[in-house]
């Protein structure tokens, strides 16, 4: 039950990073198109650091 | 276009080898019924014990199973090499000695070593003719150290090959002229993006082309396997740990290895901080460095691609577990769309995945063979 609530938070937590991320990256890129590799490439790396962060603890908590 | 002929027949060829393994289908007999690796299923619990049995490894190729209108259990499949080191030595078997059972009841003798299959793993019963259970943990038996080409074994195999076959008829064909023909084609975009996309941006202008090697590999092998974990031959080889772990570590051992003066003296003795805090930086650095770096390649990895596995086939039992309240067609077509745009995500996240395990460990070599600059 515990460790149901646990995912539960780790997954919103893990919404509110990656929706900045993205907005931000969205914004950037709004912002000057020319830069958009650059900027797509760095919000890969650290959507994925974010992701393997949320994953490790559903990870340990299952 | 001789390759794609040439490729259009070595699948032809793998079709027919996996379709005419008959003889697997074995008499398997009637108490085995009770086992839910296949056949009718119609409960939530029956659907979990099915995805769970689909995400771990197992001894056997099994294809699909049914029960016949005799009640006897048909598999179809082919059983894969046992090679297991035990208190008598190493001993080598076909797994079709197991005869499918995997709770333990079917003991296999050989010379006088007695080994069981209970939940995928191989045990050696130390005393007696038959395990004992103590709240489904046996008592009388161990597990033995197990080499066995299992079936994520095979996959790996599988790969390998598929990539060596792919990879050096590449190359023979630069040696004759500058354009790649076939299937080549195909792969030169995909050579040429990682080497101007992911190594030589991330590791550095001087160096990257020692690492392009180890990270083409990578990236293919985790593509490959990805893609094959979706097709309905049911592997999931990236979804173990096993593998995730091994890929990381390889990861690991490469960018220890080749880190320069510069990397270790800013874990070890970070520069233009205070003496104080120089140590308690150092144990973060290197607890990062060597632990949360590869666990986090693999971990990612091997959630990404089980959690997609369990989705696909948790969507596709939805024809099963709504076909009470939506009629046939309607849980048929519910499962049948769901599943379908499921997979079609499942095919992005399978380059995702790769692209980001390869992207990282650029990053991570990078991070180890930058100079100092200042």
């Known amino acids: 039950m515990y460790n149901l609530i646990g995912a539960g938070l780790i997954v919103i937590g893990a919404g509110i990073g990656l929706g900045q991320i993205g907005g931000k990256a969205m914004e950037g890129i709004a912002r000057q198109p020319e830069a958009t590799g650059k900027i797509q490439t760095a919000m890969i790396i650290i959507a994925a650091l974010l992701e393997g962060l949320a994953f490790g603890a559903l990870f340990l908590g299952k | ?374």
């Open chain 2, 1 to 374: 276009m001789k390759i794609v002929q040439k490729s259009i027949k070595f699948l032809t060829v793998l079709a027919i080898a996996l379709c005419s393994f008959h003889g697997f289908a074995s008499d398997s007999d009637k108490k085995n019924n009770d086992q839910n690796d296949g056949g009718i299923i119609d409960t939530k619990k029956e659907v979990e014990e099915y995805i769970l049995h689909h995400i771990q490894d197992s001894h056997d190729f099994n294809l699909f199973s049914y029960t016949n209108d005799a009640g006897e259990r048909k598999h179809f499949g082919f059983p894969l090499p046992v090679i297991v080191s035990t208190s008598g030595g190493i001993k080598t078997f076909m797994s079709s000695e197991f005869h499918h059972n995997d709770d333990g009841t079917y003991v296999v003798t050989k010379g006088n070593v007695k080994l069981v299959k209970l939940h995928g793993k191989i045990y050696e019963i130390e005393a007696g003719d038959e395990v004992e259970f103590v709240d489904h943990h046996p008592t009388n038996a161990h597990k033995v150290l197990d080499f066995s080409i299992t079936k994520s074994v095979m996959g790996v195999l599988l790969v390998g090959l598929l990539l060596l076959w792919w990879f050096s008829s590449l190359a023979r064909q630069y040696k004759k002229r500058q354009v790649p023909t076939g299937f080549g084609r195909v792969l030169e975009p995909l050579v040429i993006y990682v080497r101007d996309e992911i190594a030589r941006p991330n590791i550095g202008e001087k160096h990257y082309r020692r690492f392009t090697g180890y990270l083409m590999t990578v990236f293919f092998f985790i593509w490959i396997l990805n893609l094959l974990g979706l097709t309905p031959l049911g592997f999931n080889v990236t979804g173990q740990l096993a593998v995730t772990a091994c890929l990381a570590i390889f990861t690991l051992v490469i960018y220890t290895a080749s880190g320069n003066k510069h990397y270790w003296g800013h874990i070890l003795w970070m520069p233009g901080v205070p003496i104080l805090i120089r140590p308690v930086l150092a144990i973060i650095e290197l607890a990062g460095a060597l632990v949360i770096k590869p666990f986090s390649l693999l971990v990612r990895l091997f959630a990404n691609i089980s959690a997609g596995h369990i989705v696909v086939m948790s969507l596709i039992a939805i024809m099963f577990t709504l076909k009470q309240s939506l009629g046939v067609v309607g849980a048929t077509g519910l499962s049948l769309v769901l599943s379908f745009f499921i997979t079609l995500i499942e095919v992005l996240v399978a380059f995702l995945q790769a692209y980001i395990f390869t992207m990282l460990s650029a990053l991570f070599i990078g991070m180890s063979v930058e100079e100092a600059h200042h």
